[in-house]
């Protein structure tokens, strides 16, 4: 099968538009074939429809129900610890480090600049070593 993750009632999905940008919700209901309502009652998104050019599909699912009311939802959602399962995904771990990267001042860029040098000069110095034995041998 080529796709793993529908759009389907329960599904969590990443708001990467709009006003609530950053924040996960769970669909509650399909209103077409380019909007959904979305609840997020435990990470402050309110009950609204959002178009799918605005969401983005994660791999958890949760059991609710079609137009399941915001209680229903946030006890399902704190239950299943999706918040605790989001923070350690890659996914969460890759925005994390973008946006710590993208708020370093000058100074932070230039130490990161030379750790990595460092780093790229140790990793050059080891890789010249086992060349010149692997020529021997």
Do not use: C, H
Request: aromatic share 8%; no cysteine.
């Amino acid at each position: 099968m080529i796709f793993t993750k529908f759009v389907e009632i329960g599904r969590v999905v990443y708001i990467s538009k709009g006003k609530n940008e950053g924040k996960l919700a769970v669909i509650t209901n399909v209103v077409d074939g380019n909007k959904v309502l979305v609840d997020g009652p435990s990470t402050g998104v309110p009950r609204s429809v959002r178009n799918f050019k605005d969401l983005q599909l994660t791999k958890f699912k949760l059991p609710v129900r079609v137009g399941q009311r915001t209680g229903g939802v946030k006890k399902i959602f704190d239950e299943a610890g999706i918040i605790s399962k989001w923070n350690e995904s890659s996914w969460a771990k890759g925005i994390e480090k973008r946006t710590l990267r993208a708020n370093l001042n000058d100074f932070e860029r230039f130490k990161v600049l030379r750790v990595k040098q460092l780093r790229n000069r140790i990793i050059r110095a080891e890789a010249g070593k086992l060349r010149k034995a692997a020529k021997k041998a």
